[in-house]
């Protein structure tokens, strides 16, 4: 399902659908860390483990995010 919404009927706004990954705060900044490391698991493990021991969730789906994307 693609939900769109027009605004002024000029801008439209893509809020679901192939490609579009929601991510919450925690989620996005374990997945900066990993594009910061491009990809490379083993650097960015380590940054992933101490910033993310209280939300591991995060992290995961983030590295699942990553993968997707940059298959």
Known sequence: MVIYQVIRCI???I???PGIYYL???EYAAFKILKINK???DKAMLQLKMQF???PE???K???VYKEIFK
């Open 11 to 13: 801008l439209v706004k």
């Open 24 to 26: 919450d705060r925690n």
């Open 39 to 41: 990809g490379d698991l």
């Open 62 to 64: 983030a590295i699942e």
């Open 58 to 60: 995060a992290a995961k």
């Open 15 to 17: 809020f679901s659908g």
């Open 53 to 55: 021991k209280q939300n």
